[in-house]
T-cell receptor, first 116, second 110 residues
Framework: NSKVIQTPRYLVKGQGQKAKMRCIPE?????VFWYQQNKNNEFKFLIN????????QIDMTEKRFSAECPSNSPCSLEIQSSEAGDSALYLC??????????????FGEGSRLIVV | GQQVQQSPTSLVLQEGENAELQCNFS?????MQWFYQRPGGSLISVFY???GTKQSGRLTSTTVIKERRSSLHISSSQITDSGTYLC????????????FGSGTQLTVMP
């Protein structure tokens, strides 16, 4: 069973408000991913970290999101100014990324954002 | 176009029947995973299967890299197998990003 912990499970924000989600990866997993899953089951990769460093991120994330993975603190993903189209399930995953089964991603239960 | 195509989109079975889920990739892949998701639930990794065949209980996954496809076979389906099954490919080595298919919605009836 995955031990990736995400909070909050649900958050409701008005357009223009900040929305912040947190993730505690599995212990010992150096790599953390954030994905967005929309109502059509479509997944969008947002950003990933190795330890505290950003590895890759998409353009949208760079412009509208603020994300970090500080040592000894939960990782976080924050939308600076929420838009209706941001309503989705935000999934955090962690991985060992050390070959074969070490590349398996373990997902948290997600934070469901509703922008009204 | 979609890089990862799953079929069927949905599948309804009677308990005890077998299920075959398919995943096809339009580009070369480095590795792939199958995930299971209950409504409102988290993604659970079912198989990390970059190539060949892996079995776990009633589940079997076969990935043929040069044919750019992977399948998930569920034998003797149970009601608790109901949910969404997603395959995801990792692009070229080192990208570490998964590209997901749109999923197969499986419903197992009593």
């Amino acid at each position: 069973n995955s031990k990736v912990i995400q909070t909050p499970r649900y958050l409701v924000k008005g357009q223009g408000q900040k929305a912040k989600m947190r993730c505690i990866p599995e212990k010992g997993h150096p790599v953390v991913f954030w994905y967005q899953q929309n109502k059509n089951n479509e997944f969008k990769f947002l950003i990933n970290f190795q330890n505290q460093e950003v590895l890759q991120q998409i353009d949208m994330t760079e412009k509208r999101f603020s994300a970090e993975c500080p040592s000894n603190s939960p990782c976080s993903l924050e939308i600076q100014s929420s838009e209706a189209g941001d309503s989705a399930l935000y999934l955090c995953a962690s991985s060992l990324l050390q070959g074969d089964s070490g590349n398996t991603l373990y997902f948290g239960e997600g934070s469901r954002l509703i922008v009204v | 176009g979609q890089q990862v195509q799953q079929s069927p989109t949905s599948l309804v079975l009677q308990e005890g029947e077998n299920a075959e889920l398919q995943c096809n990739f339009s580009t070369s892949l480095n590795s792939m995973q199958w995930f299971y998701q209950r409504p409102g639930g988290s993604l659970i990794s079912v198989f990390y299967n970059p190539s060949g065949t892996k079995q776990s209980g009633r589940l079997t996954s076969t990935t043929v890299i040069k044919e750019r496809r992977s399948s998930l076979h569920i034998s003797s389906s149970q009601i608790t197998d109901s949910g969404t099954y997603l395959c995801a490919m990792e692009r070229s080595s080192g990208s570490w990003q998964l590209i997901f298919g749109s999923g197969t919605q499986l419903t197992v009836m009593p």
